[in-house]
């Protein structure tokens, strides 16, 4: 018997150490529904119990030794690629992720929300009848290039140390951010069905896409929101390539995804990911 446990409990240790062992980045796939902390929170979970460890509580920091964050927040309506930094990885993502990114945006005309997608409640309808595809691609123009943009009060910016969204939710006054410098380096058409329309989009960081689509339906002499919204490429992480699905968020899967990234490496070795494993 005493046998039996030693050979259940070895394969459970080296499974623990591996995992407080990461030091890198990965990127996985966020299914809509989740905010991008629940979904960090479940696969620290899933990690953790994977390795042996009973009743984790991944939002218990200060008893929690497993190290992670995300890069660069979702919205909970939005899918796509999230990138994690586990150990020292997570000092890395902000120089990491410094890059571009990519979306495929699905808008709606004729009716806005509240929060800018399809998640809010409308607060505005208005005819699009006389929008052509030609109508669009020319005022997509005027986003291209380096613009000036107001952040939606609906983010995870904040005020006062809490985000602008949760200030709302509990009923507090919100006034908007000013607009700010961002930078689109690519906006295309890709679909225009009327009253929905499909854009392709790189960004840089600080650029929200549901203040694009929001403004983009006022440029046109009529209103939008965000219906859907999938990230596609986050920094050098791309979502056919890199992003794991939920059901490989294994410790294997992650340690053949897994960009090494230590703390005593400089940025400059660590700017390509690795070629896909899943």
């Avoid at 929008?131 to 613009?147: C, H, S, V």
Wanted: hydrophobic letters at 35%.
């Amino acid at each position: 018997m005493a046998g039996n446990i030693s050979n259940t409990a070895a394969p459970i240790t080296s499974s623990l150490t591996k995992l407080h062992s990461l030091n890198g980045l990965f990127a996985i796939y966020k299914k809509q529904g989740p905010t991008s902390a629940d979904v960090l929170n479940t696969l620290k979970e899933v990690l953790l119990k994977e390795a042996g460890v009973k009743n984790p509580n991944p939002r218990k920091r200060k008893k929690q030794s497993l190290k992670m964050g995300h890069g660069g927040t979702l919205d909970s309506a939005a899918s796509g690629v999230l990138v994690v930094g586990v150990g020292n990885g997570t000092k890395m993502l902000s120089k990491m992720l410094a890059g571009s990114k990519k979306y495929v945006a699905v808008g709606e005309l004729g009716k806005a929300t509240d929060t800018l997608d399809a998640t809010g409640s409308v607060t505005l309808e208005k005819g699009f009848e006389h929008i052509t595809r030609l109508d669009i691609e020319e005022k997509l123009k005027a986003f291209t290039g380096d613009i000036m943009q107001v952040p939606p009060l609906y983010s995870a910016l904040k005020k006062d140390g809490q985000r602008l969204s949760v200030l709302l939710m509990k009923g507090h006054k919100v006034e908007a951010k000013p607009a700010r410098p961002v930078t689109v380096y690519n906006l295309t058409l890709q679909d225009f069905t009327p009253p929905l329309f499909t854009l392709d989009i790189e960004c840089g960081g600080g650029f929200y896409v549901r203040s694009l689509v929001d403004d983009l339906g006022k440029a046109l002499s009529s209103c939008a929101h965000v219906k859907e919204l999938t990230r596609t490429k986050q920094g050098q992480f791309t979502l056919e390539e890199h992003a794991l699905p939920e059901e490989q968020w294994t410790l294997e899967y992650i340690l053949r995804s897994l960009q090494p990234c230590p703390e005593s490496e400089q940025a400059a070795n660590c700017t390509q990911p690795p070629e896909a494993n899943t």
